[in-house]
């Protein structure tokens, strides 16, 4: 398994600025996701970190909204730029270990935007 | 498309009640189909993997099975501690890992 920490746990923002969320894994993973969940829905993958080079965007998703870094094995960032209140959501980090196929989660981080 | 629908949208139970969670899946070669458990304001919990027809998997009053088009998330004498929102995901073949997440159940326990 992986233990996934995020930070901050939550934020409240003003329009137009930008916000940075940290995503640390307690052990090497091979791959790393983004997620958005907004109030009452599902879970909606926006990226794929790569490590080492840019991430791959779902549908929907630009880089220059939600700018992604992933340093090392086990690091990684999302900025979410120019926010808007429609940006306000639970932003989830996800990591699949070395061994197997299961991503495991991390607490994810609260955002409201004024 | 690949895609995930689970029923029912909500469930209320009464404790010791035992229920099923359903899970419908459309996918192009499936690699994994997976079952989490959400509380409020956390991330989703890992509960199970299941990855062929026939496959079960239990933990405590879980139980996990899967078919080819669909997975069940049965609920043996629940408690209200089980009270969570329940989601349902699948990994297609060709996906590179992605996996794609249901809607979830709300499932509430009443003591």
């Known amino acids: 398994s992986a233990v996934i920490s995020q930070k901050p746990s939550r934020d409240i923002c003003q329009r137009g600025t930008s916000l940075t969320i940290q995503c640390q894994v307690d052990s090497q993973v091979t791959m790393m996701f983004w997620y958005r969940q907004q109030p009452g829905q599902s879970l909606t993958l926006i990226a794929t970190a790569n490590q080492g080079s840019e991430a791959t965007y779902e549908s929907g998703f630009v880089i220059d909204k939600f700018p992604i870094s992933r340093p090392n094995l086990t690091f990684s960032t999302l900025t979410v730029s120019n926010m808007s209140p429609e940006d306000s959501s639970i932003y989830l980090c996800?990591?699949?270990?070395?061994?197997?196929?299961?991503?495991?989660f991390g607490p994810g981080t609260r955002l409201t935007v004024l | 498309e690949d895609q995930v629908t689970q029923s029912p949208e909500a469930l209320r139970l009464q404790e010791g009640e035992s229920s099923s969670l359903n899970c419908s899946y459309t996918?192009?070669?499936?690699?994994?189909l997976f079952w989490y458990r959400q509380d409020p304001g956390k991330g989703p919990e890992f509960l199970f993997t299941?990855?062929?027809a026939g496959e079960e998997k239990e933990k405590e009053r879980l139980k996990a099975t899967l078919t080819k088009k669909e997975s069940f998330l049965h609920i043996t004498a629940p408690k209200p501690e089980d009270s969570a929102t329940y989601l349902c995901?699948?990994?297609?073949?060709?996906?590179?890992?992605?996996?794609?997440f249901g809607s979830g159940t709300r499932l509430s326990i009443r003591p």
């Open positions: 299941l990855y062929s």
């Open positions: 996800s990591a699949i270990p070395v061994v197997g196929d299961t991503q495991y």
């Open positions: 995901a699948v990994q297609a073949a060709s996906s590179a890992s992605k996996i794609i």
């Open positions: 996918v192009s070669g499936l690699r994994g």
